[in-house]
C-alpha cells in the first residue's frame, strides 16, 4: 500500500514536473548560451563581455535604479498596509471585506488600465476636479506616474497579502494575547513585541510574494503607458520587454540571469531567516 501510494503520488506529480521543466527549466538553461556568447547564426564565446556591456549601460541602469527604489518604496508599504489589516480582520469573520479586498487582484490588466486612464489621464474625472476647483489641468498619468503606480501596486495586492497574515494571526494560540492583556492593554504593544515576533516568518514569505507580485504588475503598467513609460517607471521589464522585441537576446539573456541570481539570493536569505527564527523560538 505505501509503495502504490508512492506510485500515485509520482504519477500526479509527474505532469506538473515535465510542464515546469518543459516551459521554464530547460529553456532557462538554453538561454544561458546567449548569455556568454555572441551572433545568433554563428555564434563565438565572449566571456563575460555580454555583462559588461548590460551594467555599462545607461538604460538598464536607471531600469535597475528605479525598480529597486519601487520596491524599497513599495514592499515595506504593502506589508504594514497589509499587517494593519490583518490585525483587524482576525477579530471576526469579515468575509465580505476579504473578498473585497482580492478583488483588484483579479481584475483583468485591461479593465483596469481603462479605468486607471478615464480617472488619471488627460481629460479623466482628476483634470475635470481640478478645473472646477480653479486649477489648471494636469497630465497626472504622466507626471506623477511613480505614486499612481504605486497606488496601483498596493491596490492589487494588499488584498492578497492581508489573507496570507490573517490566516497566520489566526492559527495562533489565543493564550499569547490573553497572557499579554494581563500586563497590558495595548493593541500596537500587543502586535509590536507578541504578534509580529511570532509571525515573523510568514511575514518573510509575504515580502518574497510581494516582489514576486512586482514583477507581475508589468502587465498593467504596459497597458497604462505603452512600450514607452515616463522615465520614473521605466522599470526592468520594460528594458527586457524591449530587448526582447529588438531581438538582441544577449542583452536580455544576461538581464534575465542577474535577476534570477537576485531573486535566488533573496529566497535563500528568507529561508535562513525562517531558520533563525525557529531556531529562536525553540
Not at 173 to 195: A, C, F, K, M, N
Not at 268 to 274: D, I
Request: proline residues 4%; contains cysteine; hydrophobic residues 50%.
Amino acid at each position: 500500500m505505501r509503495k502504490k501510494a508512492v506510485y500515485t503520488g509520482i504519477l500526479l506529480v509527474l505532469p506538473g514536473l515535465l510542464g515546469l521543466l518543459a516551459f521554464y527549466v530547460i529553456p532557462f538553461f538554453i538561454s544561458l548560451i546567449y548569455t556568454f556568447t555572441q551572433g545568433v547564426v554563428e555564434r563565438r564565446f565572449v566571456g563575460l563581455e555580454n555583462f559588461q556591456d548590460l551594467l555599462g549601460n545607461t538604460v538598464f541602469r536607471q531600469a535597475v535604479g528605479n525598480t529597486a527604489s519601487f520596491l524599497a518604496v513599495g514592499v515595506p508599504m504593502l506589508l504594514l498596509l497589509s499587517l494593519l489589516l490583518s490585525v483587524i480582520l482576525a477579530k471576526d469573520s469579515f468575509s465580505w471585506q476579504r473578498w473585497a479586498l482580492l478583488l483588484p487582484f483579479v481584475l483583468p490588466a485591461s479593465s483596469l488600465a481603462v479605468a486607471w486612464r478615464s480617472i488619471w489621464g488627460t481629460g479623466g474625472a482628476a483634470d475635470r476636479l481640478l478645473e472646477l476647483l480653479g486649477m489648471s489641468s494636469r497630465n497626472l498619468l504622466e507626471r506623477s506616474a511613480f505614486p499612481l503606480l504605486l497606488v496601483l501596486y498596493l491596490l492589487r495586492n494588499v488584498g492578497y497579502i492581508c489573507i496570507i497574515l490573517t490566516s497566520a494571526i489566526r492559527s495562533l494560540p489565543p493564550e499569547y494575547q490573553e497572557s499579554y492583556r494581563l500586563d497590558s492593554t495595548s493593541e500596537s504593544g500587543y502586535v509590536r513585541l507578541i504578534l509580529v515576533p511570532l509571525i515573523a516568518p510568514t511575514l518573510l514569505f509575504a515580502g518574497v510574494v510581494s516582489v514576486v507580485n512586482y514583477f507581475l504588475l508589468f502587465r498593467d503598467v504596459y497597458m497604462i503607458y505603452g512600450e514607452v513609460p515616463p522615465k520614473t517607471v521605466y522599470m526592468l521589464q520594460h528594458f527586457m520587454n524591449n530587448n526582447f522585441y529588438k531581438l538582441n537576446y544577449q542583452r536580455l539573456s544576461a538581464a534575465a540571469f542577474l535577476l534570477a541570481i537576485c531573486l535566488s539570493g533573496l529566497v535563500a536569505l528568507v529561508l535562513l531567516g525562517q531558520r533563525r527564527l525557529k531556531w529562536n523560538v525553540e
